[in-house]
């Protein structure tokens, strides 16, 4: 794509997505990039310390840049029924050279809504088919302005006509399994086993994940693979009310679940998540490079005070509702038909552009090459 249809593309995808949710009732929040540990989702490892004068030992606790900003979203709903946020998630993913799907920073879309809890599972899928293919319309629509050749705008055209398909994780496994995939039942999908069936299904819907909390004499001993946030609703059957929306050409696109606003339970399962443990851990970290001597408890409690906010907003409304986050870099990858992100985004923000960069004293060296006097 040249520069003018990378910018186009994101200018009419954005514009989408404000139209798409204003005209369904939501209400736009803006949420801070700077936040305590509850900006992060399951992978903590990836949270990016923010840094002042040089320090990271600036603030009383570890300040990061969001990754999400599920849990202000989630504030908000105690005024609003439907919330929703665009702006950009920030996360330490390492590929040198790039992998094509995995940026530093890219932007999210992401919506909370309340609603009956009997409903609010059917009616979270529908709000992200709806609004992606709202993406495929008018993407599709701007084809031939966009690049987009016709084969392709045909499939866009599918995509948003169609409802798209559904499989539970146990759905999914088992039919990977028949394929020749070495994948066991506990495991997690790798990006190719997402694109296999995204192949075979087009957009589809991976529902039902294990719950990570719960005994399942599936494993047979094995250590679970999957990793989901902690307050996701489970329900009651080692299962959680979760969902990944997999899209050809990019895989993972798009997470979501309906939110545990039980209290007692939802503290149970965040100090008892492996997301807490990686947190403590990190944290054990933050104390020694600060010089300071901390029990066990003293470090879990700090942790806890990162969360104290949202468990104060849901113990003030313990409301019903559900929630994702839209990754559009690799929606719109896939609503193009492009093989990577770089293509699709004008100023894409990996790790390898950082590590391809000129060092410093390769800029002095030219600045002094170039300077002449007068």
């Not at 088919?129 to 055209?157: D, R």
């Not at 390769?362 to 300077?371: S, T």
């Amino acid at each position: 794509m040249t520069l003018e249809q990378q910018v186009k593309l994101w200018h009419l995808s954005t514009q989408t997505s404000f139209c798409h949710w204003w005209a369904r009732g939501y209400h736009y929040v803006e949420v801070p990039s700077m936040v305590r540990a509850s900006g992060a989702c399951e992978f903590v490892d990836s949270l990016m310390e923010a840094s002042l004068d040089s320090s990271l030992n600036w603030a009383a606790q570890p300040v990061f840049l969001k990754q999400t900003g599920q849990l202000h979203l989630e504030g908000a709903l105690g005024l609003f029924p439907k919330t929703f946020t665009v702006g950009r998630s920030f996360r330490g993913e390492r590929h040198n050279p790039s992998d094509g799907r995995h940026c530093m920073e890219f932007s999210l879309h992401e919506i909370e809504f309340v609603g009956e809890q009997n409903d609010l599972y059917a009616a979270l899928l529908q709000e992200i088919q709806g609004f992606v293919q709202a993406l495929a319309s008018n993407i599709g629509a701007h084809a031939g302005e966009l690049g987009i050749n016709k084969a392709h705008a045909k499939k866009l055209h599918k995509w948003a006509t169609t409802p798209f398909a559904k499989l539970t994780y146990d759905e999914a496994i088992s039919i990977l399994k028949k394929d020749g995939e070495p994948i066991e039942w506990g495991m997690d999908f790798t990006h190719w086993q997402e694109l296999k069936l995204a192949e075979m299904y087009g957009p589809v819907f991976l529902t039902k994940f294990p719950d990570p909390m719960w005994e399942h004499p599936e494993l047979d001993g094995r250590e679970l693979r999957v990793i989901k946030f902690f307050n996701m609703f489970p329900d009651g059957k080692g299962r959680i009310d979760s969902a990944d929306l997999i899209l050809p050409g990019s895989g993972e696109s798009v997470g979501a679940a309906v939110r545990l606003h039980l209290l007692d339970l939802l503290k149970q399962r965040l100090t008892h998540s492996l997301m807490f443990e990686h947190l403590v851990s990190r944290r054990f970290e933050w104390f020694a490079r600060a010089g300071k001597n901390v029990t066990e408890g003293e470090v879990e409690a700090s942790v806890l005070a990162d969360f104290a906010p949202y468990i104060e907003q849901v113990s003030s409304h313990a409301l019903p509702h559900a929630g994702c986050g839209f990754g559009m870099n690799r929606i719109l990858q896939s609503l193009v038909g492009k093989a990577t992100i770089e293509e699709i985004d004008a100023f894409p923000v990996t790790f390898a552009n950082f590590q391809s960069a000129p060092s410093i004293e390769e800029m002095e060296a030219a600045r002094e090459g170039h300077f002449v006097e007068a």
